[in-house]
C-alpha cells in the first residue's frame, strides 16, 4: 500500500510517498522513510487525527509529523488583539 509522509517548516515543506506491506503501522512507515520524532517533531497524526507510532495505517494514508507549539493559541489571539487595538 502507498502512504504519504509529510512534515512542514515555516516557507517549506517535505513530503514523500513510500510503499508498505499491509498492516503497516506509523513507526514502520517513518523508519523507512527514514524519519523520527525529536526535538523538533514532537507529535503524529494521520489526515489531521492524532495518531501513535503503533497506529495501523490504510492506503492512501497521509502521515503527518507535527511540531510543538511556540505559543499557546489563547494567547497568541490575546496579543493579535492588544496589537489590533494599537497596545504594545
Excluded: C, N, Y
Excluded at 36 to 51: K, Y
Amino acid at each position: 500500500m502507498r502512504i504519504e509522509l509529510v512534515r512542514a517548516w515555516p516557507q517549506r515543506h517535505q513530503s514523500m510517498s513510500i510503499e508498505l506491506a499491509d498492516g503497516a503501522t506509523v513507526a514502520d512507515a517513518l523508519d523507512a522513510g527514514g524519519w523520527r520524532l525529536d526535538a523538533e517533531f514532537v507529535g503524529l497524526a494521520v489526515f489531521g487525527q492524532a495518531a501513535t507510532p503503533a497506529t495501523v495505517l490504510h492506503a492512501g494514508d497521509r502521515i503527518e509529523l507535527l511540531r510543538g507549539l511556540r505559543l499557546d493559541p489563547k494567547q497568541a489571539r490575546r496579543l493579535r488583539a492588544a496589537r489590533a487595538k494599537g497596545k504594545p
